[in-house]
């Protein structure tokens, strides 16, 4: 599923411009990291493409996904929801529902299919509970589809949203920081999840990351911002620390503290940008 975005600017309430003159387009089956500091306009563009937020009303300003309008010059549009069923939303902080058990917020994702009858009193078929049961072991918590999901730690509760958007046929998956609060095993779990959906199924995925490392590691193409700026949209393989410090300037340090990006370029000068393109080829 592609994305096309153009002329894209949006400002807030309190005249902050959080994104400026966006044009992108992400072609089928892609898997792309946003990267940037905290304020760059990751969490608001993937927001924007989503139909969670409207853009500005600029002349041109456009967000199509698969071809189809999500939103023109400010104006979400009228189908937005039969658009948002094909669109998986992955948040920072899973959106699960505590008191409920893991199979139950799994199936949360076929309610856009289902008459509101059976969405309101929760009648799930032995399809659709089939479909949740696959969609956890594929990301390897089946054994957990009976406990509440407050009694999952982050990094399952993050697969069972993941599980989420594949019950619900999401073919654009978008991911804001899903590993922003997990530890280093758990998050690298969690991106080879992504990964292996977008490899196997073919579905598009775009995924906001502060992990420099996690972003070259996983993801072919980077597309960086900085001030809501794109100052990057290429191969991770060429995404340096010396091109990260032009790009970002002191900010830099914030990506490369404890980067393996960074000790590897300390070691070895010379190869970093044969590591980097070895790393992407691996994802």
């Given at each position: 599923m592609s994305l096309r975005i153009q002329k894209l600017d949006k400002h807030f309430a309190n005249g902050k411009h959080a994104l400026r003159d966006i044009n992108l387009y992400i072609g089928d089956s892609e898997m792309v990291a946003l990267i940037g500091a905290s304020g760059s306009g990751k969490s608001t563009l993937l927001r924007l493409v989503a139909g969670l937020l409207e853009a500005d009303a600029a002349p041109g300003s456009l967000i199509e996904v698969n071809g189809l309008c999500v939103q023109r010059e400010g104006r979400i549009a009228s189908n937005v929801r039969s658009i948002r069923s094909q669109v998986g939303f992955v948040f920072q902080q899973f959106n699960l529902v505590d008191r409920l058990t893991v199979?139950?917020?799994?199936?949360?994702?076929?309610?856009?299919?289902?008459p509101w009858w059976r969405g309101v009193f929760g009648w799930f078929n032995a399809y659709e509970r089939s479909s949740a049961l696959e969609a956890l072991e594929r990301v390897g918590i089946l054994d957990c589809h009976a406990q509440r999901a407050s009694t999952l730690s982050g990094g399952q509760q993050q697969r069972a949203a993941i599980a989420r958007t594949l019950v619900q046929g999401a073919k654009l998956v978008l991911a804001d920081e899903p590993i922003a609060s997990l530890d280093p095993e758990s998050s690298r779990k969690v991106m080879e999840i992504l990964s292996t959906i977008q490899r196997e199924d073919g579905r598009t995925v775009v995924v906001s990351l502060h992990q420099v490392d996690m972003a070259i590691r996983y993801c072919p193409r980077i597309i960086a911002l900085n001030q809501g700026q794109v100052v990057y949209d290429g191969p991770s393989s060429n995404l340096t620390p010396a091109l990260l410090r032009d790009l970002y300037?002191?900010?830099?340090?914030?990506?490369?503290?404890?980067?393996?990006?960074?000790?590897?370029?300390?070691?070895?000068?010379?190869?970093?940008?044969a590591w980097s393109s070895a790393m992407a080829q691996a994802a």
């Open positions: 199979l139950v917020n799994v199936l949360v994702g076929r309610l856009h299919a289902m300037g002191m900010q830099a340090d914030e990506f490369l503290s404890g980067s393996e990006l960074l000790s590897s370029e300390q070691q070895h000068p010379a190869p970093i940008l």
